[in-house]
């Protein structure tokens, strides 16, 4: 049970103050077990939103999940596109810009790849790593 609660209580029992000075030490009491509590909570919700902060190296939560789904429309572009082999291409993704890299057979596969990654809403960029085998 609360401290300030047994105080009220037995103050009460007591007779030694008025009924509206009973009523005054508990708001003031609630005053101050709500002011800890509204500190506590905001230090919480301050912690968690800079936890979830994007840096220059790192994503936020948000674009973390953004990244991951141009990356699976790319694969999934690369893979509907019948001259490229998407086994042999990797795709990573980092703020909108797309990473291919892997070894292809050819200088064409790597300009088709290319260009079909372009093509896809959610590439701010493409960066080219794949070789000719």
Known sequence: MNAGVIVIASLLVS???GFFQHIQI???IIMKTANRVVSVLSAILLASLLGCAATATQQATGEYVDDAVTTAK????IFDDPTLKSAEINVETFKGVVQLSGFVNSKGDINQAIQVTRAVPGVVSVKNDMRPK
């Open 26 to 28: 508990a708001l003031q």
């Open 15 to 17: 007779g030694t103050f």
């Open 74 to 77: 790319v694969k999934a572009a």
